[in-house]
């Protein structure tokens, strides 16, 4: 005897005891006309229709699309809207799918549109507008239920290409969804995700505070481009600050040219800091105990090393070569390396102290100043890759006060907020793998009795 395929999610709320129902999106769903407006037939000024670009669906919309919380572009007001018909304006309760991604886990990534606040909006370039046919749930749900894993991964599954993947309406179509009978029971799913997205958002807008607040003390702790001392400083300590070439500070030390293909993150016996690791997620001031570094491959030979190319605490490391000018000599500063092993690795420049003027967590925050980011900036050189050059680097001019306890007092105050910062984007991450977790066990997978 065949199998039977039962639909049911793993957890449901208590007044709610029903199997889900099964249906081709091609059969409860009709796909609208979008249009093919360009990034160039759109602005952020003025016009009567605003309009949804593929890409923002990729990088900012919310799950739920509500008008008046998303910044969109208008359709210049040159073009002829009138061309376009009432039906294919978009309404409460639609799905919109960016069609093409080179990542296959935002291949059709989607949006529902919960609330248009009565504004003109249409679907654009590369992107799939579904209607429901008839009302099997209320507003909220389907934006969910298009996240949901079961989904998802028919998308996938049903995507084509190489190098850039797409999903059609035809393979969209094929796609079997799942909804409770009860329309009660789809709205409270609805609610119980909105109100963690909600918090999530709260909490991301808490994050950002703070790091615009950490930017603004910053901007107040070091002096600023002409200045010789800050504008906020703490009631003990005067005076100004004292100037001098890095060259005269900091001596550099020879680093290594490891690839990733000679590292791993099993086993060893020397870490390796690599440039790419001081872009993505180093903190800026580094503690090898919570930081995730590669180690170097245990078969290469690591007595050409010298003794004095290994990492020491209080040591500066400047990623050499960035892309993006804002990124271009990034640096982070070694506090605590427990006793282990580490070197610096490809593209990147170690800086020593040649004497003790800087106390160890000073110089991390003091690299990452205004007065310090503007000067390597405009000493950084190329064209698509942008370098600076020891050499480059050794004109930089670094101000810091001569009283080590007023150095000490603005790294232990950046120091805390970093913390704050660290703290909160862990609590952030905490409530999103809460969510995915609820999002697996409220949307059913296929069980086979």
């Known amino acids: 005897m065949k199998n039977e395929e039962k639909i049911v999610p793993e957890l449901c709320f208590p007044e709610f005891d029903e199997e889900w129902v099964s249906a081709r999106l091609g059969d409860v769903f009709s796909f609208k006309v979008t249009n093919s407006f360009s990034r160039d037939n759109l602005n952020y000024k003025s016009g009567l229709v605003k309009n949804i670009h593929y890409g923002d669906i990729h990088t900012k919309f919310q799950t739920l699309f509500d ?9 210049n007001e040159e073009i ?4 376009i018909k009432e039906d ?40 799939i507008l579904a209607r429901p046919n008839f009302k099997f749930c209320n507003a909220g749900f389907l934006g969910f239920l298009f996240k949901s894993d079961l989904v998802r991964k028919q998308i996938q599954r049903e995507s084509q290409g190489t190098k850039v993947l797409s999903i059609s309406t035809g393979r969209l179509s094929n796609l079997i969804i799942h909804y409770p009978l009860s329309i009660i029971h789809s709205t409270k799913i609805a609610s119980c995700l909105s109100s963690l997205d909600d918090l999530i958002t709260a909490e991301s807008q808490q994050l ?24 906020l400083r703490f009631g003990e300590f005067g005076g100004e600050w004292e100037v001098k070439m890095l060259s005269s500070i900091y001596t550099f030390i020879v ?27 180093f903190s800026t001031l580094f503690d090898i105990t919570k930081e995730f570094v590669p180690l170097i491959n245990p078969e290469i030979n690591l007595d050409k090393i010298k003794t004095e190319s290994y990492c020491i605490e209080g040591d500066i490391i400047f ?20 006793n282990e092993k580490l070197v610096s ?55 810091f006060p001569k009283n080590k306890k007023e150095q000490q007092k603005i790294a232990d ?9 660290l703290a909160q984007g862990e609590k952030i991450a905490g409530l999103k793998a809460h969510k995915k977790g609820l999002m697996q066990g409220l949307f059913p997978t296929i069980i086979t009795n």
């Not at 080179?102 to 654009?124: P, R």
């Not at 293909?261 to 800091?273: A, H, P, R, W």
């Not at 993006?324 to 390396?337: A, N, Q, R, T």
């Not at 105050?413 to 910062?421: K, Q, R, T, V």
Request: glycine share 8%; with cysteine; hydrophobic share 35%.
């Open 255 to 281: 680093t290594n040219s490891f690839s990733r293909d000679q590292l791993n993150y099993n086993s060893g016996l020397v870490k390796n800091i690599h440039y790419g690791d001081i872009h993505t997620k």
């Open 319 to 338: 990623a050499d070569a960035s892309e993006d000018l804002e990124d271009v000599g990034k640096s982070l500063e070694i506090v605590f390396l427990n």
């Open 67 to 75: 008008i008046t919380k998303e910044t969109l572009p208008f359709v």
């Open 88 to 127: 294919n304006y978009c309404q409460e309760g639609d799905l919109i799918f960016a069609d093409a991604s080179e990542d296959l886990t935002d291949v059709g990534k989607s949006i529902e549109i919960v609330n248009l606040n009565n504004e003109k909006l249409i679907s654009g370039l590369h992107t």
């Open 413 to 421: 105050c950046l120091s805390s907020l970093d913390e704050w910062i």
């Open 80 to 83: 002829d809207i009138y061309k």
């Open 345 to 399: 690795g490809m593209h990147t420049m170690m800086a020593r102290q040649k004497e003790k003027n800087l106390v160890t967590g000073f110089g991390g925050h003091l690299f990452k100043s205004d007065k310090i980011r503007l000067q390597i900036q405009k000493e950084a050189q190329g064209t698509k890759v942008l370098g600076i050059s020891v050499g480059r680097l050794s004109n930089i001019k670094i101000p």
């Open 208 to 231: 950002e505070a703070l790091k615009a607040h950490k930017k603004g003390l910053m901007q107040q702790l070091f002096p600023a481009e002409g200045e010789t001392v800050p504008r």
